[in-house]
C-alpha cells in the first residue's frame, strides 16, 4: 500500500504539501525525517519522537545487516515491532555508509565488496542483498543501491556512477518487482554537480519507473551555494506526481530553501548529532549551550517552544548537564532539536496550505536576523 497526493500548491513558488499513504500510516509533507540509523533515533524513546511530531523515521541496510542482522530482526517480523515503533520507516540502501567507509570497500559491477567495521569480515552488499534486507527491514520505503560520488569529482567519474547507479536501480526494480510484500521502491538521481548528468540520470531512472524519486550525491563536501544550486536544477524535474525526497540535507535554512523548489521529504543527522556536541536551534538561529553566557540564564532554550525541554528546564540547567556530560543533556537538547525540525516543517505545511509561503520565508529570516 503506497500512494502520494499533492494537497495543495503555492501561487508563488513550487511550495507544495502532500499526503504520502503507507502500510503503517500517512505522512504529512513536507517532512522531516528523524535518522535512526541503528534502529534508533539516538537517546530517546518512540514515544518521544510521536510527541515532537515524527511521522517517518529512517534506519540503515549497512548497519542493521551487520548489526543485530536479519535473523534476529526476523523474529519480531521487521524492524517496526523489533524497536517499538509503528510509524513507517524509509530505510537507505547502504550505498551511502559504504562511500562514506571508501578505504573498507571496493566497488564492482556486482555490488559493494567491503570488510565489516567492527570485525574485519568480508562481505558483498549488492543490489539484490540490499533489497533482501530491507524486505527483512519490512522498510515502507526502499531505496535503491547507489554510488555516491565524492567531491569534487569529473565528468568521467560522476557518469561512470550514475550509469552503475542506474544498472543497480535496474536490478532493483526486478527484485522488487518479484516480492509482493515490500515498501515502495525510489530511484536515487546521481551525477556529481554537473547539470547535464543530472539530467540524463533522472530520464534514466524514469525509463525504469518507480513510485518515488530522490536526490542523492549533495551535502558531500560542496559549497553550500553549490548544493542549492543543483537542487535548484534538479528537484524540479523530478515528476510531479510523486513523492521527491532530498537525501541529507540539511540545516533549517537548507529545508526552507529547498521546500520551495519542490522539495517534500528531508532527513540528515544534524538535529541529533549537534545536539550531542551542545548546538540547539532556535527561532533565532542556533546557540551553544556550553557558552559561559548560559551559565546563570533562567529563561528556555527558545521562548515560545513546547517542548518538553523548553517547558520544563532553563539554558542554566541545561548548560550544567552538558558541563558535567551527564547523559540526560543529550537526552534533553536531542528532544529540543528533533522538535524544532518537526515544528519547523509543521509551520511550512500550514504556510502553504495558506498561500503564504513567500511570507512564511521572510520571517524566518527576519527572526533570524534580529536574533
Given amino acids: 500500500m503506497f500512494s502520494f497526493n499533492v494537497i495543495s500548491q503555492s501561487q508563488d513558488c513550487l511550495a507544495r504539501t502532500g499526503v504520502i499513504e503507507t502500510t503503517h500510516g500517512k505522512i504529512e509533507t513536507p517532512i522531516f525525517m528523524p535518522v535512526g540509523t541503528l534502529g534508533s533515533v539516538k537517546s530517546v524513546t518512540p514515544e518521544e519522537l510521536l510527541a515532537c511530531g515524527a511521522q517517518i523515521i529512517l534506519g540503515n541496510t549497512y548497519h542493521l545487516y551487520l548489526r543485530p542482522g536479519c535473523d534476529i530482526i526476523d523474529l519480531f517480523s521487521g524492524l517496526h515491532r523489533f524497536m517499538h515503533w509503528q510509524g513507517p520507516i524509509l530505510t537507505d540502501s547502504g550505498g551511502f555508509q559504504l562511500f562514506s567507509l571508501a578505504k573498507l570497500a571496493k566497488i564492482t559491477e556486482e555490488g559493494y565488496a567491503f570488510q565489516s567495521h567492527l570485525d574485519g569480515s568480508s562481505h558483498l552488499l549488492s543490489p539484490e542483498k540490499s533489497m533482501e534486507v530491507q524486505f527483512c527491514l519490512d522498510s515502507d520505503i526502499i531505496m535503491c543501491l547507489d554510488q555516491c560520488t565524492r567531491y569534487?569529482?569529473?565528468r568521467d567519474e560522476a557518469l561512470k556512477a550514475l550509469e552503475l547507479t542506474t544498472r543497480w536501480a535496474r536490478r532493483c526494480k526486478t527484485v522488487w518487482e518479484k516480492n509482493k510484500t515490500g515498501g515502495a521502491l525510489f530511484g536515487i538521481v546521481q551525477g556529481g554537480m554537473h547539470?547535464?548528468?543530472?539530467?540524463?540520470?533522472?530520464?534514466?531512472?524514469?525509463?525504469?519507473?518507480?513510485?518515488?524519486?530522490?536526490?542523492?550525491?549533495?551535502?558531500?563536501?560542496?559549497?553550500?551555494?553549490?548544493?542549492?544550486?543543483?537542487?535548484?536544477?534538479?528537484?524540479?524535474?523530478?515528476?510531479?506526481?510523486?513523492?521527491r525526497y532530498i537525501m541529507g540535507v540539511g540545516t533549517p535554512e537548507d529545508i526552507v530553501e529547498l521546500v520551495g523548489m519542490g522539495a517534500d521529504m528531508f532527513d540528515c543527522v544534524i538535529p541529533t548529532r549537534n545536539a550531542r556536541n551542545g548546538q540547539l536551534?532556535?527561532?533565532?538561529?542556533?546557540?551553544?549551550?556550553?557558552?559561559?553566557?548560559?551559565?546563570?540564564d533562567t529563561n528556555p532554550v527558545d521562548s515560545g517552544c513546547t517542548c518538553y525541554t523548553c517547558m520544563n528546564y532553563s539554558r542554566a540547567y541545561l548548560r550544567h548537564l552538558y558541563q558535567a556530560?551527564?547523559?540526560?543533556?543529550?537526552?534533553?537538547n536531542t528532544l529540543h532539536n528533533l522538535h524544532y525540525y518537526l515544528?519547523?516543517?509543521?509551520?511550512?505545511?500550514?504556510?502553504?496550505?495558506?498561500?503564504?509561503?513567500?511570507?512564511?520565508?521572510?520571517?524566518?529570516?527576519?527572526?533570524r536576523q534580529s536574533g
Avoid at 519507473?209 to 542523492?216: D, I, K, L, R, T
Avoid at 519547523?344 to 512564511?360: S, V
Fill in 325 to 332: 556530560r551527564e547523559l540526560l543533556a543529550y537526552r534533553l
Fill in 343 to 367: 515544528d519547523l516543517a509543521k509551520q511550512i505545511r500550514a504556510a502553504i496550505q495558506g498561500d503564504r509561503y513567500e511570507t512564511f520565508k521572510r520571517e524566518f529570516y527576519d527572526k
Fill in 152 to 154: 569534487p569529482a569529473d
Fill in 195 to 243: 547539470k547535464e548528468l543530472r539530467k540524463k540520470s533522472l530520464a534514466d531512472l524514469m525509463e525504469i519507473e518507480f513510485p518515488g524519486y530522490a536526490v542523492g550525491g549533495l551535502s558531500v563536501g560542496e559549497p553550500k551555494d553549490l548544493m542549492r544550486e543543483m537542487s535548484a536544477w534538479t528537484i524540479p524535474r523530478l515528476p510531479e506526481h510523486l513523492p
Fill in 281 to 296: 536551534f532556535t527561532h533565532a538561529g542556533t546557540i551553544n549551550i556550553c557558552n559561559s553566557r548560559f551559565k546563570y
